[in-house]
Protein backbone atom coordinates (compact mmCIF):
# COMPACT_ATOMS: atom_id res chain seq x y z
CA UNK A 1 0.00 0.00 0.00
CA UNK A 2 2.68 2.29 0.89
CA UNK A 3 4.74 1.25 -2.41
CA UNK A 4 2.03 2.56 -4.36
CA UNK A 5 1.33 5.83 -2.79
CA UNK A 6 5.27 6.34 -3.80
CA UNK A 7 4.70 5.24 -7.30
CA UNK A 8 1.93 7.90 -7.36
CA UNK A 9 4.31 10.78 -5.94
CA UNK A 10 7.15 9.57 -8.05
CA UNK A 11 5.27 9.83 -10.91
CA UNK A 12 3.96 12.96 -10.25
CA UNK A 13 7.43 13.78 -9.60
CA UNK A 14 8.78 12.88 -12.90
CA UNK A 15 5.80 14.58 -15.41
CA UNK A 16 6.19 17.84 -13.51
CA UNK A 17 10.16 18.13 -14.12
CA UNK A 18 9.61 17.23 -17.67
CA UNK A 19 10.85 13.02 -17.78
CA UNK A 20 14.34 14.55 -16.69
CA UNK A 21 15.11 13.16 -12.85
CA UNK A 22 16.63 10.14 -11.68
CA UNK A 23 16.56 8.14 -8.77
CA UNK A 24 19.11 10.49 -6.75
CA UNK A 25 17.48 13.78 -7.68
CA UNK A 26 13.67 12.14 -7.10
CA UNK A 27 15.01 10.73 -3.26
CA UNK A 28 15.76 14.38 -2.32
CA UNK A 29 12.46 15.85 -3.71
CA UNK A 30 11.03 13.51 -1.71
CA UNK A 31 12.38 14.32 1.33
CA UNK A 32 12.75 17.80 0.48
CA UNK A 33 9.06 18.56 -0.21
CA UNK A 34 7.03 15.32 1.20
CA UNK A 35 9.07 14.52 4.09
CA UNK A 36 9.37 10.50 2.80
CA UNK A 37 12.88 9.12 3.91
CA UNK A 38 13.31 6.43 1.57
CA UNK A 39 16.65 5.30 -0.17
CA UNK A 40 18.20 5.41 -3.26
CA UNK A 41 17.55 1.94 -4.24
CA UNK A 42 14.13 1.79 -3.58
CA UNK A 43 13.08 4.70 -5.62
CA UNK A 44 15.23 3.07 -8.51
CA UNK A 45 13.30 -0.22 -7.53
CA UNK A 46 10.10 1.65 -7.85
CA UNK A 47 10.90 3.59 -10.97
CA UNK A 48 12.04 0.32 -12.23
CA UNK A 49 8.92 -1.34 -11.96
CA UNK A 50 7.07 1.98 -13.42
CA UNK A 51 9.29 1.43 -16.75
CA UNK A 52 10.59 4.71 -15.79
CA UNK A 53 14.21 5.19 -17.80
CA UNK A 54 16.73 5.75 -15.41
CA UNK A 55 18.47 8.92 -15.90
CA UNK A 56 23.00 9.04 -14.88
CA UNK A 57 23.70 11.63 -12.72
CA UNK A 58 27.17 11.34 -13.57
CA UNK A 59 28.09 13.64 -16.59
CA UNK A 60 30.74 12.57 -19.19
CA UNK A 61 34.63 12.92 -19.08
CA UNK A 62 35.96 14.98 -21.59
CA UNK A 63 38.62 13.21 -22.92
CA UNK A 64 41.14 15.34 -24.64
CA UNK A 65 43.73 13.91 -27.12
CA UNK A 66 47.01 15.16 -27.71
CA UNK A 67 47.51 16.39 -31.44
CA UNK A 68 49.90 14.32 -33.06
CA UNK A 69 53.50 15.96 -34.67
CA UNK A 70 54.07 14.24 -38.20
Same mark, same amino acid.
Given at each position: ?5 ? $????? @?? #???? $? ?7 ? $? ?5 ? #? ?12 ? $? ?9 ? +????? #? @? +?????
Amino acid at each position: MENQQI $KRIIL @QI #YTET $KFRLGAAKI $KIVLQRD #YGISISIGRVYRLM $KTMDLPKMSTV +KPRFR #Y @Q +KPTVS
